[in-house]
């Protein structure tokens, strides 16, 4: 069985002359499913970068399914992983066909260079209709709401049967419909005997499906807490991190928050 661990040790990051990350340690196990949870500015979208093999650290070791940073062609590791997030929503040229789009997700690149066979568009198709996007498959990218935008990220992040998918604020924009239809799929995925292994950048304890079951807590750079959800998602550890009176809770296997009364 390929080896589907995450270990990152001592990692910093500095940009700039900045630091943006500072001493970060973490290993993430083959049945586990992360939330990494903090505050604008705290270093969460360069840590799932780093892992995705889109930055380099500045020192410290870094290990992803198995295989050592230094030690591998990154270009090859990250046909192992699936990414969603704006950075690379952004990139995408408007007249781009989602059906194209999806399929570009098997060569890791933004475009088809390779010449794809009937079967790659045939398992597109498959995994628009399962995300609910095989409607808008002849329009081009630029004229497709947010939330359509990201079911196609996530469709093209599938389709090369990735053992690592990282979401990065997959929610972000989309309305409550939307938003809740999109987590449910992402719960189910998690839920697949033999499926990717995730990790997802929130602001929001509301986006914590059952599924996840862990969370990692960053505050400037730094990890504040990491562990199992119960043991983490705490009054006290949330507080700490945002630096403000949280109070937090779960019903029905959902989690919330809000900002505790002072006084």
């Known amino acids: 069985m390929e080896d589907s661990s995450i270990s990152i040790e001592n990692v910093r990051f500095v940009r700039n002359r900045r630091l943006i990350l500072d001493e970060i340690s973490w290993k993430v196990a083959p049945s586990e499913n992360w939330i990494v949870l903090g505050a604008n500015g705290s270093g969460k979208t360069t840590l799932l970068q780093i892992l995705a093999g889109y930055l380099w650290p500045t020192s410290g070791a870094v290990t992803v399914l198995g295989e050592r940073f230094g030690e591998v062609d990154l270009r090859a590791l990250r046909r192992k992983i699936g990414w969603v997030g704006s950075f690379l929503q952004a990139q995408v040229p408007p007249s781009q066909k989602p059906l194209e789009f999806i399929v570009s997700g098997k060569y890791a690149s933004l475009g088809i260079f390779?010449?794809?066979?009937?079967?790659?568009?045939?398992?597109?198709?498959?995994l628009a209709a399962t995300l609910e996007v095989d409607r808008i498959l002849d329009l081009p990218?630029?004229?497709?709401?947010?939330?359509?935008?990201?079911?196609?990220?996530?469709?093209?992040a599938l389709i090369h049967k990735p053992r690592l998918l990282i979401l990065d604020e997959p929610?972000?924009?989309?309305?409550?419909?939307?938003?809740?239809?999109?987590?449910?799929?992402?719960?189910?995925?998690?839920?697949?005997?033999?499926?990717?292994?995730?990790?997802?950048?929130?602001?929001?304890l509301e986006e914590i499906m059952p599924a996840f079951t862990h969370v990692f807590l960053m505050?400037?750079?730094?990890?504040?807490?990491?562990?199992?959800?119960?043991?983490?998602?705490?009054?006290?550890?949330?507080?700490?991190?945002?630096?403000?009176?949280?109070e937090a809770g779960h019903e029905n296997g959902r989690y919330w928050s809000r900002i505790a009364k002072r006084g």
């Open 114 to 126: 390779d010449k794809p066979e009937a079967a790659d568009f045939e398992e597109a198709a498959k």
């Open 141 to 156: 990218y630029a004229v497709l709401s947010h939330g359509e935008k990201q079911r196609l990220l996530i469709a093209r």
């Open 171 to 204: 929610c972000g924009g989309l309305d409550l419909v939307s938003r809740e239809q999109l987590l449910a799929t992402l719960d189910g995925m998690g839920r697949i005997p033999g499926g990717p292994a995730m990790i997802m950048v929130t602001h929001y």
């Open 219 to 246: 505050k400037s750079g730094r990890c504040a807490a990491k562990g199992p959800k119960d043991s983490i998602l705490r009054r006290d550890l949330l507080s700490a991190t945002f630096e403000i009176p949280i």
